[in-house]
């Protein structure tokens, strides 16, 4: 559950993509502290131009074993076997982050890793996961998608203030759109379910209290950064409703 809303603050940091593992360790434990569940990813790459035959080779090998964005496999060895890919307990991420530099270390091999880590050729990706936070996450596709989710929710809130509302996170995938995050109060529960907004122009927005990846900064994507650009607000009663009243559950969502 979460508090008094340290995620926002904790996500508008402004750190480097670059980030070594020691920092990485205390940004995700800090995460968890303040009541999310997170998870790793696979790390983006991007190909220097100056890179050698061997750190050509090792970045594919990287991203044909680890896709960059999906979340890495299940530990089967050591403290994290059969321990789930979602942590929200911080000691549970001093392991996992170091398992996963060790992984992706012996994946590139170890006489090339060091240089393509502090080249930014290799940077660290990690996500929120919506339905282990208790959180709601709101996905917005693209430009268009952000000016019929800002409509919908000032209409369905009848709040003028919605109608301006910045997303949580810009993600650069969802280009000209972004991700909204909302939180719960502590004992608050919330079933996972997905809606989408639709009967409007073409847009692409999903709504979910479920199984939805949130990427947060500094991950990137393609070399260019996931960033904070507005809170992440309690839930609001408005919202609370839509979702319960015409969200469905992962398997009608899958369906």
Known sequence: MLGSDPIAALLGAGMD?????VLWKGYLRRL???GAAVTMLGPDVVVPDDATDAERAGLATLVSTYPTGTQMPMETTG???GAGLIDAAAERVNVRVGA????????VGKDVAAGLWRRGAITTSAAIHAGASNMVAVMIGDAASLRVWRQW???ASGDGYERHSAPTLLVPQLRGGGMYLFRTSEGDRIDPLTMAVTGWEDCSITVTSGDMLVPVPPTCQNGAPV???GPCRMLPGWLRES???YGVPPQSAAA
Do not use: D
């Open 227 to 229: 960033t904070r650009l």
């Open 32 to 34: 968890v502290n303040a």
């Open 17 to 21: 993509p670059r980030l070594p593992e």
């Open 153 to 155: 929710s000032m209409q």
């Open 243 to 245: 979702l319960l009243g």
């Open 79 to 81: 403290k994290l076997a």
């Open 100 to 107: 996963y530099y060790r992984r992706i270390n012996r994946t």
